[in-house]
């Protein structure tokens, strides 16, 4: 597997992994209203993740189907982060807040990648994860500073969600070596810091410390136990019927 479509497929099984996470709130969000939002962002991700799978499947003779159904857990590259099971709403809201403001910053990067393709998934995806992330702030904002359930179940999404972010700033020799192409996640966390932070207080609530337990993996095909399990879900229909069309 070349740098490049190893790069692509780590964009690519983020948006996936996380698409299929939020779509499991369908009917289960705490309003309607709420069913259709999440819906509609996992819709989102789902049409970026088709954009990159789509790329990198031609850059080895594979299609998007290939990639999202019949690869192994191993083989996929996505942070652990988007594949954790849902948990409650807050949990589901924590992790939404910090991811899709990793997202923000790292398309925002992207649209001046050298690979034309890269840089138009990321500009198209720039109004779209904006928009997932005042979603989150204000759910997060919302529960943080409702009621003490609320507010106890906001800080417990959050400690929960918080080991797992630390490997979204890990940069490797796959991102050093495509230098110019990708964007040196490294770089973005003080901004992320800074925008999580005025979440967090504006919230009332607690920022986790940052002196504990830091799994870590998913970017080279190590994943948590829920990730098998997601994906023998995902995957069950097409290798039960493979070929079949409709």
Not at 48 to 72: F, H, I, K, N
Not at 110 to 136: I, N, Q
Not at 202 to 218: F, I, M, Q, S, V
Not at 237 to 245: E, V, W, Y
Request: aromatic share 8%.
């Amino acid at each position: 597997m070349t740098d490049l479509t190893a790069y692509v497929l780590r964009l690519g099984d983020d948006c996936l992994i996380l698409s299929h996470r939020l779509a499991e709130w369908t009917t289960h969000a705490p309003e309607l209203e709420e069913d259709v939002a999440l819906a509609n962002i996992a819709l989102d991700l789902l049409g970026q993740a088709r954009m990159l799978l789509s790329y990198a499947g031609s850059l080895d003779g594979r299609t998007e189907d290939d990639l999202a159904y019949l690869r192994e857990e191993r083989d996929f590259l996505n942070c652990q982060l988007v594949e954790l099971e849902n948990g409650d709403f807050a949990h589901a809201m924590a992790r939404l807040l910090c991811f899709s403001t990793y997202q923000l910053a790292l398309y925002q990067q992207l649209t001046g990648s050298a690979d034309p393709t890269l840089a138009a998934v990321a500009a198209k995806g720039v109004k779209e994860v904006a928009y997932h992330r005042d979603h989150a702030s204000q759910w997060v904002l919302r529960l943080g500073d409702g009621t003490p359930e609320s507010h106890s179940r906001m800080q417990a999404g959050l400690n929960a969600v918080w080991p797992y972010t630390f490997e979204l700033f890990l940069s490797d020799d796959v991102e050093q070596r495509l230098a110019g192409i990708s964007v040196d996640v490294a770089a973005l966390h003080p901004s992320w810091e800074s925008y999580l932070g005025g979440v967090i207080a504006g919230a009332t609530l607690e920022r986790p410390a940052d002196d504990g337990w830091r799994p870590r993996g998913g970017r080279v095909g190590i994943h948590t136990e829920a990730l098998g399990y997601l994906l023998a879900e995902a995957q069950n229909l097409h290798r039960a019927h493979p070929g079949a069309t409709w």
